[in-house]
């Protein structure tokens, strides 16, 4: 069982990137995916989340920004991330869980984990 998440790197504010988790092992449909993120010198804290069937959640400071989406049939979640601003540099990662409704940015709530991904904006 295993997350790989890709895409991260270095861009200009305003730019856009595209990250992608998938999944070996497991069918990502089962579960819920979330992304988290972790700066340095801060905690990690959830960014968004696609339940196993329909519905997709963001934190505040990335609603429509941030798209999350799945393809089943590559079994991998991918977060689309446009007009990016320095503040969203950090460390990205992919969970696979089943959080209860109002748990779902909550790390303790998932059971896989992704190794993570660096995204870094520069302003």
């Known amino acids: 069982v295993q997350l790989q998440a890709s895409g991260g790197g270095l861009v200009q504010a305003g730019e856009s990137v595209r990250l992608s988790c998938a999944a070996s092992?497991?069918?990502?449909?089962?579960?819920?995916i979330g992304w988290f993120r972790q700066a340095p010198g801060k905690e990690r804290e959830g960014v968004s989340y696609?339940?196993?069937?329909?519905?997709?959640y963001y934190t505040d400071s990335v609603k429509g920004r941030f798209t999350i989406s799945r393809d089943t049939a590559k079994n991998t979640v991918y977060l689309q991330m446009n007009s990016l601003r320095p503040e969203d540099t950090a460390v990205y990662y992919c969970?696979?869980?089943?959080?209860?409704?109002?748990?779902?940015?909550?790390?303790?709530?998932?059971?896989?984990w992704g190794q993570g991904t660096l995204v870094t904006v520069s302003s």
């Open positions: 696609i339940r196993s069937g329909h519905g997709t």
């Open positions: 969970a696979a869980g089943r959080p209860v409704s109002g748990a779902r940015f909550t790390s303790s709530m998932y059971y896989y």
């Open positions: 092992g497991f069918r990502l449909g089962d579960y819920g």
